[in-house]
């Protein structure tokens, strides 16, 4: 793939910091030599056009090179993030991978051969097009995972326009939509990835601190996480201009909480799929959970209360699953929506939508009420069967400091009977001690996770 236009970009920031990482600074020049270095070892290694490659590690300056060379080589890229290890050897085998570059942290390499010919008809076909390829997961979070294959061409095709040049903190894993976006995003408008691999609220903190960081693109969860810790007291933070949050259902405790400590900051929410690409948008305001969706190359339609949305970049396929878009190419992204005039606001994933007698219960409504309750430092509201209901709602939750289970319990079926109608009062609550978030800071509703709990 011809990526002249992203070199001349490079050529123009010459100078300028192109990724700060375990407090060293990378200009953008060393980042045009370390491509061009990974473009002559691409040819010593007979890694060849359409050849699947995974990049396993997490972000640092050579992988961030080696994902630009390996797209102008026209391969196919399999990110595998630290938080993909478990399931390693399944997305292996799904994406036909032969050759594998593999990081430790200090950022250096090795070539594995895992030799899996290709034998996908999704990927053959992306292949025959000599187009550059993206394989992500799914979390897997709801079911087993799902491979989709997207064209990098149609993926970069945005970032030939310019935007806003900043500081910016990685966040999000590089085998997330999300942090494709960040990279790209980053690199082809001259700014800077601050990489801090701890995601941790004080070492995020400092590190926004020390590199005057500007964009900080999150999670709900972990802006909850952030909010609770209170490091934010600790460090000054008036660098920070916006905070982005995507991934998963925003509280709207939670964000009024976060505009109320950080005045001075812009709060926008993201919205993206591996299949679909990340989708522009523009939040009503700060404290709003309403938000406009557009750009070129996508539409949108409510169907059902569901929101469909068609778009240029959508992904090849799925490797290991059926389509899921219609005969005229729309899909369903399976997120439940309310529109007002222009906006949308997103309620939840209807497999998450939790039915009650007949009526629906959203998780994150009821979350954000559970975190408004004295001594509650996090919450997951999730379904359970019931013969007589169909399901009740149930809360698991981690406290600030210990406190019996049935004044907890007290506590918050006082306060919801308060807030809530009586069919989305928690009827089992469960004191939590572990993490109620995985590796990639989405909130776990999943019922069957192996936690600590206590419901005496």
Not at 39 to 48: F, G, S, V, W, Y
Not at 309 to 330: C, H, Q, R, T, V
């Amino acid at each position: 793939m011809d990526l002249q236009w992203l070199f001349d970009k490079f050529d123009q920031y010459q100078g300028r910091e192109a990724i700060v990482w375990k407090n060293k600074v990378y200009t953008y020049d060393w980042l045009i030599s370390k491509i061009k270095e990974w473009k002559k070892l691409i040819i010593e290694k007979n890694i060849t056009k359409g050849q699947i490659v995974t990049v396993e590690g997490d972000y640092s300056p050579s992988i961030s090179a080696l994902f630009i060379a390996l797209i102008e080589n026209d391969n196919i890229i399999v990110p595998l993030s630290s938080a993909s290890e478990e399931n390693k050897r399944e997305f292996l085998e799904i994406a036909n991978v032969s050759i594998g570059i593999n990081f430790d942290e200090q950022d250096n390499w090795k070539i594995i051969d895992y030799g899996y010919k290709i034998e996908n008809e999704v990927i053959k076909q992306l292949i025959n097009k000599k187009d550059p390829g993206l394989v992500l997961f799914s979390s897997g979070s709801t079911g087993k995972s799902k491979g989709a294959l997207l064209n990098f061409r149609k993926i970069l095709k945005k970032y030939k326009k310019e935007q806003k040049t900043l500081r910016t903190l990685v966040f999000l894993l590089i085998d997330h939509i999300g942090g494709i976006n960040t990279l790209f995003y980053i690199l082809s408008n001259g700014g800077t990835m601050i990489v801090e691999g701890s995601k941790d609220p004080s070492d995020i903190c400092k590190a926004i601190e020390r590199y005057k960081v500007e964009l900080l693109p999150t999670s709900p969860t972990f802006i909850n996480l952030l909010l609770i810790s209170e490091e934010y007291k600790k460090y000054n933070l008036s660098s920070l201009k916006l905070i982005t949050y995507g991934t998963e259902p925003m509280q709207k405790y939670t964000l009024e909480n976060a505009n109320e400590i950080f005045q001075n900051v812009k709060f926008k929410q993201t919205y993206g799929l591996s299949e679909l690409g990340i989708v522009a948008t523009k939040s009503e305001n700060n404290t709003s959970l309403w938000m406009k969706l557009g750009g070129a190359g996508y539409q949108y339609k409510i169907k059902d209360n569901t929101l469909w949305i068609k778009a240029e970049s959508a992904m090849e396929g799925y490797l290991n699953a059926p389509s899921p878009f219609d005969e005229e190419g729309w899909f369903n992204t399976q997120d439940v929506v309310l529109q007002k005039g222009d906006y949308f606001r997103i309620l939840g994933r209807e497999s998450e939508i939790i039915n009650v007698g007949g009526q629906k219960v959203y998780p994150a409504e009821v979350e954000s009420v559970i975190l408004e309750v004295d001594n509650i430092q996090d919450v997951i509201v999730r379904g359970e069967k019931n013969i007589i209901m169909g399901n009740i709602v149930c809360a698991k939750v981690n406290l600030v400091e210990l406190e019996p289970i049935a004044s907890v319990k007290k506590k918050i079926r006082k306060y919801c009977k308060e807030k809530l109608e009586a069919y989305k009062i928690p009827v089992k609550i469960e004191i939590d001690n572990d993490h109620l978030y995985n590796k990639r800071f989405k909130r776990m509703r999943r019922k069957g996770i192996k936690t600590n709990t206590n419901t005496e």
